[in-house]
């Protein structure tokens, strides 16, 4: 905050039938930790998986993670 850095990293991973992620990786990154932070924020959220003929299965993903800082 103190460094005032803003903006969005991309973020790609697979969501698994069991609704964890995995292969998360940071597409971008605007200094100051703010990739890493992207990464353990995904890494650690539950999505639903994708189904397909009724059956859970494996998806890949891509969302962007915002900092922005509101005074």
């Known amino acids: 905050k103190a460094k005032r850095i803003e ?7 697979f969501v698994e039938a ?5 292969e998360v990786k940071a597409l971008g ?8 932070e992207a990464v353990r924020l995904v890494e650690g959220l539950k999505f639903a998986p994708a189904l397909q003929g009724g059956k859970a299965i494996r998806q890949q993903m891509m969302i962007p993670v915002i900092f922005r800082i509101y005074d």
């Open 7 to 13: 903006g969005n990293v991309m973020v790609s991973f």
């Open 29 to 36: 990154d605007l200094g100051g930790g703010t990739q890493a």
């Open 18 to 22: 069991d609704s964890s992620t995995s």
